[in-house]
Structure formats: C-alpha cells, structure tokens
C-alpha cells in the first residue's frame, strides 16, 4: 500500500497520508513521499492535506526501526522533518489542513504549519511529546505560541492533553471546528473558493506574512 494518495481536480491537489493501520504515522517514507508531493503539488491553485481512517496523523511512527536509533535523531529533523514542513510553508499557493480526526505531535504540528487549518468537531490536538521526554519538532515551538499565545502554548505542551477542535477554534489554533457530517463539503467549498481566486496575491501574501512573522520575532 503506497503511504498516500494524490488526486487533481479543479485546481486542488488533495494529498491524503494514507497509513490507516497507524493512525498515519510519520515514517521514512511517508516523509520522503509528502516532501515530494507536496513540492509537485505547488503547480497547482490549492493544496489539501488530509489523513485516511479516523486520523489525520499520530506523529513520528515509534515503531518505524528508523525511530528507535538507527539513524541520528538530529539528522533525521534537518534531512527529512525540515524539508517537509518547508514544503507547506514555502508553498506559493495556499495549503489547507483538513483535520479529520486525532493530530498527534509531529501530527499535529503539521497541520498547524498549513496556512488554514479546519477540523471536525471530533478531531484533537495533541502535543504529545513530553509524554516521551521530547519538545515538540516539526516546527511546533514556533507554530503553537504564535497561534495561541504562550501561556496556552506551554499549557499544551507541558501537559499534553488533547485540546479538541472547538477549543482549537476558540484559541485561534484553528481557523474553524465544523460538524463531520458536513466536514468533506466545507473542506471542498474553501478549496473550490480559493482555486478560484487570485493566485498571485494569494503567493504574495504569504510571502509577505512570512516576512511580517520574522520581523516581528
């Protein structure tokens, strides 16, 4: 079974992380594959990432021989966690995550470097690293307090419980929490607006924003 598919229509890419058995973990070549697709799907008017099954992405796969110390954990960040989430946020056209259950650490952190985030009701959020003796990666150090400020950034992280999609929506994690039965139809309507929009401005505003973060920090 490919780690995730990739279908076109109107201008949307939707990539889905396709590793149900396991929540969707990250492994070496789930990583490898995303980074790729999501690099070929900047030719497109929209990208959507979404998980298969009942999750969006569990995080690093602990089971994968490559997580228990076969490769250098610093090198496996800068080789393959870098250059994936560098793929959304350098993306020229807007990225939505569309959050159809758990998003675990690096899972989580994910979709939180997509330029829009939506959620079922039934989907959390769980920075769960501390829970194994780690501090967030794939850029959730920076992600989190940007979105929600610091106290609530630690909170999550320091104690690593689920923080559901309309809680996430509150604290300005999210863009919205909506109802799953009419999830698929909203991610397909904000895609469908977007395609249809001005490309251009839409990658200059991101470059921009980009630009107004970094100068800011």
Do not use: H
């Not at 076109?8 to 594959?33: C, D, H, Q, S, W």
């Not at 939180?112 to 009701?121: G, R």
């Not at 604290?171 to 929009?197: N, S, T, Y």
């Amino acid at each position: 079974m490919t780690t995730l598919t990739v279908t076109k229509a109107e201008g949307v890419t939707t990539i889905t992380l396709n590793r149900p058995e396991v929540m969707n973990a990250l492994n070496r070549a789930l990583r490898a594959e995303l980074t790729a697709a999501l690099v070929a799907a900047w030719s497109s008017r929209v990208i959507v990432l979404t998980g298969a099954g009942r999750a969006f992405c569990s995080g690093q796969d602990l089971g994968d021989a490559q997580a228990l110390g076969a490769l250098d954990f610093e090198a496996t960040l800068n080789d393959e966690y870098v250059p994936m989430i560098r793929a959304i946020t350098e993306a020229p056209v807007p990225v939505i995550a569309a959050v159809n259950g758990a998003a675990a650490g690096a899972g989580a952190n994910l979709a939180l470097a997509c330029d829009l985030v939506i959620a079922a009701e039934s989907a959390t959020f769980i920075q769960a690293f501390a829970r194994i003796g780690l501090i967030p990666d794939a850029g959730g150090t920076s992600f989190l307090p940007r979105r929600v400020g610091l106290q609530r950034a630690m909170g999550a992280a320091l104690l690593a419980e689920p923080v559901s999609a309309r809680q996430a929506e509150a604290w300005g994690m999210i863009w919205e929490a909506v109802p799953d039965d009419r999830f698929a139809e909203v991610v397909a309507a904000r895609a469908a607006k977007l395609a249809a929009g001005p490309t251009g401005a839409y990658a200059a505003l991101k470059t921009g924003v980009a630009r107004g973060v970094r100068s800011a920090a």
